[in-house]
């Protein structure tokens, strides 16, 4: 017997024969249609036209004039800090409550979770309300003129965002060490400090990296922060949504965009082939499982110093959000007043409604794409999987900021017309979640059996019969998980769709960052307050449902 014929055919690499089989089954077509065509349509194609539209002229003016080698030098000076600090937050927040014994565990985990489900430039508007030059700490407790605009508000902004995306990497990876060599060291008469410095800290490098590439990548993408707070300090992303919106030189965002696409695509490549193969194996065999040694006295305290100085100042920027949606004028005025809502309600609910409306779209087509895709490429096999496989994750890497100036150059022009629509902005909002639905439904289905299936078709069951009784109904919390987790967003989402916006499809996150960019903060503030209560009655109902794998730590 040959070694080939031992392996499953579902493990296999796509053959000739197994290419015909999957062309004879109708239902099988059909699903590698549903998942090849949006792929082709809303990755490739958009991504291709981008590349090819800048001229040799544009890339010679950008690496010619000072003003964009400052910019793009900015953005990386900004995401290097943003990660060490970030990265660095997140790893104490998680290496903390991975240990026993730590005090206030649920409010960490609850002020952790808060600025995934706002907009991520709330941050940034929070930041100016507080320590700005009206800001109620600097102008209205210590009667300071201080700006935070420039690159120490931007870092700041960007720190309090996206520590909370390395503290979600890093909790699985050092909740999943196993403490025996610990206890073992520790024995042996390692120190607590050795044990730390020679076990636990090898051990996490590759969270630790995978949480820093990820940070890395969501910080050169930024874009609602540096337009809120950057103040003088452009990066690239502000500086293509000037060029494209502002000057109408598309060939010069277009190159702006590539570059920012070439360092996202390395952190991407590093992370999924470097990251994602490494293996650290703590210990081999059965057992009984330890619980991990819990922090030394000091360790601990000086832990829940930075944790809560931390989750104070995330509940101060929501505070005085809501704060300033209830105030007259902010900084010189402070008096309770609902004009703010007034003018939502009057002007601008019907943003709000299309970001509801869009993001359910959007997350119901995310998920139902995302099951299908799970399904295909890791339950068929057909010639061109791997790198329909490879297109499917692609998103992860593409900046919003790219994603929205390559929809401009593919959909405003024949033979797809679709700028200035909702369905562009829809698009959008649901590419840039697939690879995190397709990852989610990729482990549900990695749970289900082979055995399962292979037993229905050998009872007469087709492929459609299989998919629609035995795989969706089991996939059905992957299918919620990427509903709810696309929903919110697509309802914070606003580095690609401020392109793609029109004066009908506009949505709450971009009304929102127009009217903070002309100084409006109470009724930039009031939509950012309804904006983080739908998201967050959406994420606690769905939590009280038993949804307990959406943005856990």
């Known amino acids: 017997m040959s070694t080939a014929s031992t392996i499953p055919e579902h493990k296999r690499g796509p053959s000739r024969l197994g290419t015909l089989r999957a062309f004879r089954d109708p239902t099988t077509v059909i699903a590698i249609l549903i998942v090849t065509i949006p792929i082709l349509l809303a990755v490739l194609y958009p991504a291709v036209n981008v590349l090819l539209e800048p001229t040799l002229e544009h890339w010679r003016t950008f690496f010619s004039r000072p003003r964009y080698v400052t910019t793009l030098r900015n953005s990386v000076v900004m995401a290097f800090l ?13 290496y903390a409550l991975s240990r026993p014994g730590f005090p206030f565990k649920t409010f960490f985990r609850v002020t952790s979770i808060l600025p995934l489900i706002s907009p991520p430039f709330v941050a940034g508007l929070a930041l100016i309300l507080l320590l ?33 995306i390395a503290a979600m990497t890093l909790s699985g990876v050092l909740k999943s060490l196993n403490p025996t060599l610990e206890y073992a060291a520790q024995d042996l008469g390692q120190s607590r400090w050795g044990i730390f410095k020679t076990i636990i800290l090898p051990m996490s490098i590759p969270g630790i990296a995978g949480a820093a590439l990820l940070v890395m ?50 952190f991407f490549f590093i992370q999924r082939y470097w990251v994602g193969r490494r293996k650290y194996t703590t210990v081999s065999g059965k057992g009984g499982r330890l619980d991990p040694m819990p922090l030394p006295p000091v360790t601990k305290w000086v832990l829940f110093t930075i944790l809560s100085m931390v989750s104070l100042f995330v509940v101060a920027i929501f505070v005085v959000i809501v704060w300033g949606a209830f105030a007259r004028t902010w900084g010189f005025d402070w008096s309770f007043t609902l004009r703010n809502f007034e003018f939502t309600f009057l002007s601008r609910m019907g943003h709000i409604w299309n970001s509801v409306h869009y993001s359910l779209i959007a997350g119901f087509g995310t998920a139902v794409f995302a099951v299908i895709a799970a399904y295909v490429l890791h339950r068929r096999n057909f010639a061109g999987k791997r790198g329909f ?11 919003g900021t790219l994603v929205g100036i390559a929809y401009i150059f593919a959909f405003n022009q024949p033979p797809i017309m679709l700028v200035g629509t909702a369905t562009i902005v829809i698009l959008s909002m649901a590419i840039r979640n697939v690879p995190v639905g397709y990852r989610t439904a990729l482990a549900g289905l990695h749970q289900i059996d082979n055995s399962i299936e292979e037993s229905a078709a050998d009872s007469g069951a087709n492929t ?71 998201t967050s009655s959406v994420v606690v109902g769905f939590r009280l449902l038993g949804g307990k794998r959406l943005f856990e730590m």
């Open 82 to 94: 943003s990660t060490t600090t970030a990265t660095t937050i997140g790893f104490c927040f998680a």
């Open 132 to 164: 700005g030059r009206q800001g109620i700490i600097t102008r209205g407790i210590l009667g300071l003129d201080i700006s935070m605009y420039g690159w120490h508000g931007l870092w700041l902004a960007q720190t309090m965002a996206y520590y909370p």
């Open 217 to 266: 990548m969501m910080s050169l993408s930024d874009f609602g922060n540096p337009m809120v707070i950057g103040g003088p300090f452009r990066v690239m992303a502000v500086e293509a949504y000037l060029q494209v919106v502002g000057m109408q030189n598309m060939g010069m965002g277009a190159v702006i965009s590539v570059i920012l696409l070439v360092p996202s695509l390395g």
């Open 389 to 399: 496989d490879f297109l499917v994750v692609l998103p992860a890497a593409l900046p």
């Open 464 to 534: 459609f019969q299989i998919l629609k009784d035995i795989t969706m109904p089991l996939l059905k919390s992957a299918f919620t998980v990427t509903l709810v987790y696309t929903f919110v967003r697509s309802m914070n989402s606003v580095s690609a769709v401020v392109f793609l916006v029109s004066a009908g499809t506009n949505v709450a996150t971009t009304s929102i960052l127009g009217l903070s960019e002309h100084g409006y903060w109470g009724e930039a503030a009031a939509m950012a307050t309804i904006l983080i209560a739908i």
